[in-house]
Structure formats: C-alpha cells, structure tokens
C-alpha cells in the first residue's frame, strides 16, 4: 500500500465558483487557479509518482489556517473544508497524481488554527492506496468512532 505526504505552503484556499465575464464567457477565478498550481507544484516536489488508473484512493487534507486576532468561533470558519476538498482533488487531478478523481472513493478535509507543531499556515496532504473497505492508516480515526458506541 502506498501512502504519500506532502507540505502545501500558503494560506488554505477553497475552490471558488466558476463565474461569467463581461462577454458571457466562463472562468476561474485567479485565486483558485493559483492555489491548484501551489498544490500541483508541492505534488511534484514529491517525485510526482502518478498513482495506478484503477486503484482506489483516499484523500485527507489538514488545513492550517491564520488565527484572527478576535476570532468569532473557536474554529477556523473560511474557507470551507468541502471546498478546500474539492480545489486539492481537482488540483492533483489536473498534475497527473492520478488519472480520475472518480479513483477517489474518500476524501476528509478538517481546519485547524495555526498551532505549535505547524507555525505557518498551509495544508498537509495525504494521498493513500484503499485496500478493502477503509485506508488503513485511518484506522485509528475509526477505532475511536467505534469504541465510543455502547
């Protein structure tokens, strides 16, 4: 089973919607675009070994993000996780870390503050080979779900 990680430096940014111009015609915003060219940039800095056409991946992405000086929830709200999801699976799609992101069959996002053991804001990425039902190195997230029911 293969497992990769890696370090996108940067703000977190989310996936923004696509949106019409002047003349009718549809794009991206800048933003967006730079952030899937950073992740697609940290993915080669790792080698960039693509992952087999038809093995089943899963995704978990911790996104660090810069406390505010009076923050309003004791939790990063922006930019949502679904869509901070979306922006790394469409990003390493388009570097070729794999050849669909239909291979995704799990994907976990979750948002921290900027914290002791990572001091600059960013994402951790893990990509990791599914054999059977679950990752197995999202065991241990699962154990702790299960020992919890009575």
């Known amino acids: ?7 996108v430096p940067g703000d977190p ?3 923004a ?3 019409v111009g002047r003349r009718g015609h549809w794009y991206t915003p800048r933003e967006s675009v730079d952030a899937e060219q950073q992740v697609g940039l940290a993915w080669l800095a790792t080698g960039g070994k693509p992952f087999g056409p038809h093995i089943p991946l899963a995704i978990h992405v911790e996104a660090y993000c810069r406390r505010p000086k009076k923050p309003k929830h004791p939790f990063p709200s922006r ?7 979306k922006l790394v699976s469409d990003a390493l799609e388009r570097v070729g870390a794999y050849g669909n992101d239909s291979q995704v ?3 976990w996002c979750w948002k921290r503050w900027v914290d002791v053991l990572h001091k600059e804001p960013g994402c951790m990425i893990y990509i990791e080979e599914v ?4 990752p197995l190195g999202w065991m241990f997230y699962i154990e702790e779900v299960e020992g919890d029911e009575p």
């Open 105 to 107: 069959v799990g994907i």
């Open 1 to 7: 089973m293969r497992r990769v990680r890696f370090w």
């Open 131 to 134: 054999e059977g039902d679950v």
């Open 79 to 85: 930019p949502d996780a679904d869509n901070v999801a």
């Open 17 to 19: 919607r696509a949106r």
């Open 13 to 15: 940014a989310a996936l």
